[in-house]
């Protein structure tokens, strides 16, 4: 049965709207949950953050710890911020760091106990279960995690010296700081070039996907991912391309 998005709210269509956005920005090729609150979070004047302010948990105390333990230093590694503050919300998934998108799983954790037994409440009320599958495989891989952890972070280092090297050779075009985390970085286009029409030019004619600017309202900037082991092979039809054409 489709859903009758005229049945819903105004604000309800556009915290939808805005979900579907943030999912698309952190490259997930589906809206889940954690995509809606967060838009919820972002609503200043919706009823979400009221809600959070009445128990004692501002929206500044929901921290998406997703790339978490996926420091490119572990010695700049902040601690958990469900640690530092016994109201604070540390939400993470299996996505980033453990390399498990398809598993679609994410957890919440938080020192109150009282708080934690209305999510899980709230949880039952709205979702019938999570996927069986997905709960095994996720609690197989956890007991190996730190395998998980080392393969990843050895992909991202890899590929972030190998990213690093292609900006600082096509400095003209590019101006790049590497980051200290995750597997994404935004390097910012030099040229007059729209960033969307640099992006659909890209894929159009070498086959690379790259995402502009636009989507987190930074235009004169483009997100590189580096987190696949075939970034490489990416990185050097992106090469081939700038070689052939003219900017």
Known sequence: MPIRWDKFTVKAQEAVQRASQLASEHGNPEMLPV???AALLEDKEGIVPPVLEKIGIGPQGVLSEVYRELEHDPATRLPAGCD???RAISLSSVSKTYGLPGLRLGWLACHDKKFLEKIVSLKHYTTICASAPS??????A????QKFIDRNLQIVLRNLRQLSAFFSHHS???????????TIGFARLKSQQNVQEFCDQLVNEAGVLLLPG????????IRFGYGRRNM??????????LAASVR
């Open 172 to 182: 003209d075009l590019f101006e790049w700081t590497p980051p200290n985390a995750s």
């Open 232 to 241: 490489p092979e990416s990185l050097a039809q992106l090469e081939s391309w």
């Open 142 to 145: 956890f007991r190996h995690r």
């Open 35 to 37: 995509h809606l609150l």
């Open 214 to 221: 636009t989507v987190y309202d930074e235009p004169h900037h």
């Open 84 to 86: 530092l503050y016994d």
């Open 135 to 140: 709960e095994f495989l996720t609690a197989l």
